[in-house]
Nanobody
C-alpha cells in the first residue's frame, strides 16, 4: 500500500490550501472501512492528530483546527482530502496521511504559513 500526499505549499496567514492523499495498492473493500487521518509534525514536537474520518463518516478534529479544517474522502478515487481555510502560522508543519487500521503513512507534504 502506498499513500502519496500533495497540495502543500507556502501560503499567507488567512489563506487556504487543500491537501490530497491518494492511496494505491489497496482494494476498495479494505480502503472504504478504514479510518483515514491527517497528522502534522513540527520540529521538536511529536506528530499530532489534525483530523480523522471513519468509514462511517464520523469525524474528529483537533481543537486547534475545528471550524477551519475539513476532512473528506472519495472512496471511488481512494483519495482523502484536507481542506484548510483561515490558515495560521501555527498550522505550519509537515502533514502526513495515515490509514488507521492498516497502519500506512504517506511521505508527508510541507505546509508553511507566513504571518
Amino acid at each position: 500500500v502506498q499513500l502519496v500526499e500533495s497540495g502543500g505549499g507556502l501560503v499567507q496567514a488567512g489563506g487556504s490550501l487543500r491537501l490530497s492523499c491518494k492511496a494505491s495498492g489497496i482494494i476498495t473493500s479494505v480502503f472504504n472501512p478504514n479510518t483515514v487521518a491527517w497528522y502534522r509534525q513540527t520540529p521538536g514536537k511529536q506528530r499530532e492528530l489534525v483530523a480523522s474520518l471513519t468509514g462511517r463518516s464520523s469525524t474528529n478534529y483537533a481543537d486547534s483546527v475545528k471550524g477551519r479544517f475539513t476532512i473528506s474522502r472519495d472512496n471511488a478515487k481512494k483519495t482523502v482530502y484536507l481542506q484548510m481555510v483561515s490558515l495560521k502560522a501555527e498550522d505550519t508543519g509537515v502533514y502526513y496521511c495515515h490509514l488507521e487500521q492498516t497502519g500506512e503513512w504517506g511521505q508527508g507534504t510541507q505546509v508553511t504559513v507566513t504571518s
